[in-house]
Nanobody, 123 residues
């Protein structure tokens, strides 16, 4: 069992920035891809970004060029730097650990999930 704890969410104005962190309880996560997803009220959970165990990254079109995912395997932590935030980025953000080391975008490919952190972007 791997426990994930997200932090760094909050309230920010349009155009602002936040840096989310996700700390994992096990060092084995360094062998697996990790991802960030988000869920807005009344909407399905959607993919945001993923990073493979080697550091290869992939982003949803809606965040490409604004968000950056990174990982520090020594700290068992994955980050999501979010710049140029928009009101439509408002959601609960979740981090997750995949079943594979390669980048994956589909929710069922992820086996462990954090509890989420709220991000609210005011207009």
């Amino acid at each position: 069992q791997v426990h994930l704890v997200e932090s760094g969410g909050g309230l920010v104005q349009t155009g602002g920035a936040l840096n989310l962190s996700c700390a994992a309880s096990a060092r084995t996560v360094s062998n697996y891809a990790m991802g960030w997803f988000r869920q807005a009220p009344g909407k399905e959970r959607e993919f945001v970004a993923t990073i493979s165990w080697r550091g290869t990254t992939y982003y949803a079109d809606s965040v490409k060029g604004r968000f950056t995912i990174s990982r520090d395997n020594a700290k068992n932590t994955v980050y999501l730097q979010m710049n140029s935030l928009k009101p439509e980025d408002t959601a609960v953000y979740y981090c997750a650990v995949a079943r594979t080391g390669d980048i994956v975008v589909k929710t069922p490919a992820y086996v462990y999930w954090g509890q989420g952190t709220q991000v609210t972007v005011s207009s």
